[in-house]
């Protein structure tokens, strides 16, 4: 078995991926890789020999990403004067919705519970037993998830029913 070190390094490429898929920015994927590797070498005292380490650690990040997203929804939102135009309008979500013609731009205007599952399935590879257990939800959960998900990306792309969505591999496979 190798040392806890090597372990945890070996998922930062997997991590770096999911988490900047997650939020969007490369800096803030970074501080929730940093935070993810983190807390997953603190507490490595509770992985259990045996078990998928990736698992776990997708756990961990999907954890700090939702007490993050929580903490930010919580709080108004601020802007310096430096920052801020002068201008308060606001675009229309349907230009928003015409222009999202890539799946990274589609993925971004997902529900983060569509888009965590569709992440998780499409582009990590895990089954759908995995994915519940990441996420702490029940299977048909990430089933309806997915299939949501994978419907609303078809709506923003302009793909139709007949054509499947792909993030990097077609084939999505069940438990």
């Given at each position: 078995?190798?040392?806890?070190?090597?372990?945890i390094v070996q998922q930062i490429p997997r991590l770096r991926r999911y988490a900047r898929a997650l939020t969007g920015d490369a800096s803030r994927a970074d501080d929730l890789?940093?935070?993810?590797?983190?807390?997953?070498?603190?507490?490595?005292?509770?992985?259990?020999?045996?078990?998928?380490?990736?698992?776990?650690?997708?756990?961990?990040?999907?954890?700090?990403h939702v007490n993050t997203v929580r903490k930010a929804s919580a709080r108004p939102a601020v802007v310096?004067?430096?920052?801020?135009?002068?201008?308060?309008?606001?675009?229309?979500?349907?230009?928003?919705?015409?222009?999202?013609?890539?799946?990274?731009?589609?993925?971004?205007?997902?529900?983060?519970?569509?888009?965590?599952?569709?992440?998780?399935?499409?582009?990590?590879?895990?089954?759908?037993?995995?994915?519940?257990?990441?996420?702490?939800?029940?299977?048909?959960?990430?089933?309806?998830?997915?299939?949501?998900?994978?419907?609303?990306?078809?709506?923003?792309?302009?793909?139709?029913?007949?054509?499947?969505?792909?993030?990097?591999?077609?084939?999505?496979?069940?438990?």
């Amino acid at each position: 078995m190798q040392n806890k070190d090597a372990l945890i390094v070996q998922q930062i490429p997997r991590l770096r991926r999911y988490a900047r898929a997650l939020t969007g920015d490369a800096s803030r994927a970074d501080d929730l890789v940093q935070d993810c590797v983190e807390r997953a070498w603190r507490k490595f005292h509770l992985f259990r020999r045996g078990s998928d380490i990736r698992a776990w650690m997708f756990t961990i990040m999907h954890n700090l990403h939702v007490n993050t997203v929580r903490k930010a929804s919580a709080r108004p939102a601020v802007v310096s004067l430096a920052e801020w135009d002068g201008d308060r309008s606001v675009r229309p979500a349907q230009e928003s919705a015409v222009e999202a013609r890539g799946v990274v731009r589609a993925l971004a205007l997902l529900p983060p519970e569509q888009r965590e599952v569709i992440l998780l399935v499409g582009l990590e590879e895990l089954t759908y037993r995995e994915v519940a257990k990441i996420a702490g939800i029940p299977i048909g959960t990430v089933m309806s998830r997915l299939s949501r998900g994978r419907q609303r990306l078809r709506d923003l792309t302009g793909e139709g029913p007949e054509k499947p969505v792909s993030l990097s591999k077609p084939n999505l496979r069940k438990p």
